[in-house]
């Protein structure tokens, strides 16, 4: 599986064919505000087309993706993310202290 994403992922980048996604992403954000939420852990962070969006809300987001493509991917829009299984999160990293680990 992470072969596959590893070669899919660079053709996900424009935001343009996620269109969409974007209006269930705004839906999301606006829950996240209802309920008073500042940060998003985003598994499966791909090409960080929803991390933009999350980020650009005002959320912080942290993404965790199996690919290092895909971590690349985000590391290079500035977004925060780690390789990692969400079932696995390294010790130490903000998304392992989101979720108590």
Known sequence: MRAYYD???????????NSHRSVH???????CRTWHLE????VGCGAGHD???IRA??????G?????????LCVGLSLHAVQASAI???SGTVASMLVGR
Do not use: I, Q, W, Y
């Open 39 to 42: 940060s998003v852990l985003e």
């Open 25 to 31: 992403l705004r839906d999301f954000v606006d829950t």
């Open 88 to 90: 696995n999160l390294p």
């Open 64 to 72: 965790v993706d199996l690919s290092a493509v895909g971590v690349g």
């Open 7 to 17: 070669a899919e992922l660079p053709t996900r980048t424009d935001p343009s064919t």
């Open 51 to 53: 991390g933009r969006l």
């Open 57 to 62: 809300a005002g959320l912080a987001c942290t």
